[in-house]
Each structure stands twice: as C-alpha cells, then as structure tokens.
C-alpha cells in the first residue's frame, strides 16, 4: 500500500483557503439530510415557488399521492431542519420558505462566507 503524500497548502491551492467549521457543517448536514427525500425536495420546492413561499397543507397529499400523515411527517421534517416555518390558520396549517436559512444553505454550498 502506497502512503499518501500531503502537499502543504499554498503549494497546490490558495492559502487562504478554509475547511467549514465542523459545526456548521454538522448544522448543514443535518438540513441537506432532510432535503434529501424526493416527496420533501418537492414540498420544499412547491414552497419556494408559491406566492410569498407561502402554501396550506389541504391540498397537498392528493397533489403528492401521499397520506394526510405521510404530509404531516414529512413537512415536520422540515420544519426541525428550519427550512420552513409553520403557521396554524384556523384549521389549516401554512407553511412558508424559511429564506434566510435557505440562503445560508446556497451560500455555504457556493463557498461563500455565511
């Protein structure tokens, strides 16, 4: 078995550049792991496409072919990994993007500075 040579940094790449800090990228994979169920990804993106980012949950089940519990488990989901915001109106839970956290998420995976 061949050892693997570390070349310093700066020799190869800019110095200047840095590792995430563990802890946001625990924080940050904690979200990706919930985006990364297809029935979720597209919650999320009917979310993000509706008028102020803001939908009810009434009508989605039938739209995904998904149980009214099924919904529920996966927008919770969500909701912990602080992608969306839950607001009860009447008998109807809302939901909207959470867009700063959102952002965060599209910055960090560009290699911006959140």
């Known amino acids: 078995m061949t050892a693997i040579q570390e070349i310093p940094l700066g020799e190869c790449c800019p110095a200047s550049l840095?590792?995430?800090d563990p802890a946001d990228a625990e924080e940050l994979a904690d979200?990706?792991?919930?985006v990364a169920d297809p029935v979720r990804l597209r919650l999320l993106h009917h979310i993000a496409a509706a008028p102020d980012t803001t939908v009810c949950a009434c009508h989605l089940p039938g739209a995904l072919g998904i149980t009214q519990s099924t919904l529920s488990h996966h927008l919770k989901?969500?909701?912990d990994a602080n992608l969306v915001i839950r607001e009860q109106r009447g008998k109807?839970?809302?939901y909207r993007l959470n867009a700063p956290v959102v952002a965060r998420l599209i910055h960090t995976l560009q290699g911006a500075v959140a």
């Open 18 to 20: 840095a590792l995430m």
């Open 92 to 94: 109807w839970a809302h």
């Open 31 to 34: 979200i990706l792991k919930a």
């Open 77 to 79: 989901r969500l909701t």
